[in-house]
């Protein structure tokens, strides 16, 4: 079993940055791919990008554009997903999600443990 528990969304402004942290605990969570997800209204929950735990490997989606990057923090078991020059459609509910697979999972479906999510809105 593993629990994931996100924070760090907020308001910000168009241009802004946010740096968003998955805190993970559990048996199993070093053997694991982290991945972060979002969710805008009314949209299917997309894929921003994931880690593999034990590598620090890290590969991303369209949403981040390379203006994302993701980092992590071994002693405090912590994933982190940094968000540089938001913009409004940046907008989402942001999840991080726990996968034991081979590769490199991007789909919602490869990922059985998620978190509570954590709000992010840009404001134009």
């Known amino acids: 079993q593993v629990t994931l528990v996100e924070s760090g969304g907020g308001l910000v402004q168009a241009g802004g940055s946010l740096r968003l942290a998955c805190v993970g605990s559990?048996?199993?969570?070093?053997?694991?791919?982290i991945g972060w997800f979002r969710q805008a209204p009314g949209k299917e929950r997309e894929f921003v990008g994931g880690?593999?735990?034990?590598?620090?490997?890290?590969y991303y989606g369209d949403p981040a554009q390379g203006r994302f990057g993701i980092s992590r923090d071994n002693v405090k078991n912590t994933v982190y997903l940094q968000m540089n020059s938001l913009k409004p459609e940046d907008t989402a509910v942001y999840y991080c999600?726990?996968?034991?697979?081979?590769?490199?999972?991007?789909?919602?479906?490869?990922?059985?443990?998620w978190g509570q999510g954590t709000q992010v809105t840009v404001s134009s």
């Open positions: 559990g048996r199993t969570f070093s053997r694991n791919i």
């Open positions: 999600a726990a996968a034991n697979v081979i590769g490199t999972p991007r789909d919602v479906s490869e990922y059985a443990y």
């Open positions: 880690s593999k735990w034990s590598t620090g490997i890290t």
